[in-house]
């Protein structure tokens, strides 16, 4: 509220020196962080779109440093608590009718493509070189069966059952891919 406040104080200023600039600005909000998620409906509100950095979220969610090698094994982004945070959010996205994107490490992976489909998202942030890539596990994916792998993900436990049913899922749709397949 404090930015929009900002934005339209700004705004009021290229105003009054009578210099143009564009009337309608989209604001958004990242959501990064526990705190944030868990309040996503109180942030779309106020907002135009929500963007979900998963990197942070994963490495916030679960109290890991990722960068550090000692404690790799823990960040897990299949944990289910991070599941849960991106359906929340994306709930509460499609709840007040406004776009929701996640980008990092997941929205490039092809083997959560179809979870965050299924998931409601229909926005992904990602590097050019994997837009094929991601474009290809789109395509050979269906929204009734995307919506029901996320149905049986949030049903799993632990992230590394989570990690092998989308990874299985993956296979069998996509068996070309040498990357993830091979």
Same mark, same amino acid.
């Given at each position: 509220m404090q930015a929009k406040e900002l934005l339209a104080e700004s705004q009021d200023e290229l105003e009054k020196r009578g210099v143009e600039y564009a009337k309608t600005i989209r604001v958004g909000c990242m959501i990064e962080v526990p705190s944030a998620a868990i309040i996503s409906d109180l942030l779309a509100r !106020?907002?135009?779109f929500l963007s979900i950095g998963t990197n942070d979220l994963v490495q916030y969610s679960l109290a890991v440093d990722r960068g550090n090698q000692a404690l790799q094994?823990?960040?897990s982004p299949t944990h289910p608590s991070v599941i849960r945070l991106i359906k929340m959010v994306v709930a509460e996205a499609n709840h007040h009718g406004i776009p929701v994107s996640v980008c990092? !490490?997941?929205a490039s992976d092809p083997r959560f493509t179809p979870l965050l489909l299924g998931l409601g998202v229909h926005e992904?942030?990602? /590097?050019? *070189?994997?837009i094929p890539t991601i474009k290809n /596990?789109? *395509?050979?994916t269906s929204v009734v069966a995307a919506s029901r792998? /996320? !149905?049986?993900?949030?049903t799993l436990c632990t992230a590394e059952e989570i990690m092998e049913l989308l990874t299985n899922e993956y296979r069998n749709n996509v068996p070309e891919d040498c990357f993830f397949n091979c």
């Open positions: !106020e907002c135009d094994k823990y960040y990092g !490490e997941i992904l942030s990602l /590097a050019s *070189r994997l /596990a789109i *395509r050979n792998l /996320a !149905e049986q993900v949030l």
